[in-house]
């Protein structure tokens, strides 16, 4: 009913920069929030940042000052600019929203949508 998909993951030096995007389509009457967690081997999936719809942005401490979250509520659309990137960045990057959907012509209802992911790494 709703799909999240990003692109522009890939490899990158230390220190160089990537752009991610995930645009939603489906049959979405509004988002709340949206954002970016990542999970490398081995590890849980943890927040790397997320915004609300009147654009408040929440960082982890590990990326505070380097990733800049943003997001098109006209377009269902959220990007994730990385700088300064370090080997400790590399992890599969998934999307989130917190979606309205249309139920019935009338009534909506919530749910929380993830993309199937992307692979960012950071190596030399």
């Known amino acids: 009913q709703v799909q999240l998909v990003e692109s522009g993951g890939g490899l990158v030096q230390p220190g160089g920069s990537l752009r991610l995007s995930c645009a939603a389509s489906?049959?979405?009457?509004?988002?709340?929030?949206m954002g970016w967690y990542r999970q490398a081997p081995g590890k849980e999936r943890d927040l790397v940042a997320t915004?609300?719809?009147?654009?408040?942005?929440i960082y982890s401490d590990s990326v505070k000052g380097r990733f800049t979250i943003s997001r098109d509520n006209a377009e269902n659309t959220v990007w994730l600019q990385m700088n300064s990137l370090k080997p400790e960045d590399t992890a599969v990057y998934y999307c989130?929203?917190?979606?309205?959907?249309?139920?019935?012509?009338?009534?909506?209802?919530?749910?929380?949508?993830w993309g199937k992911g992307t692979l960012v790494t950071v190596s030399s």
């Open positions: 489906g049959n979405i009457y509004s988002i709340n929030a």
């Open positions: 989130y929203g917190d979606v309205m959907t249309w139920l019935t012509d009338l009534e909506v209802r919530g749910g929380e949508y």
């Open positions: 915004i609300s719809s009147g654009g408040s942005q």
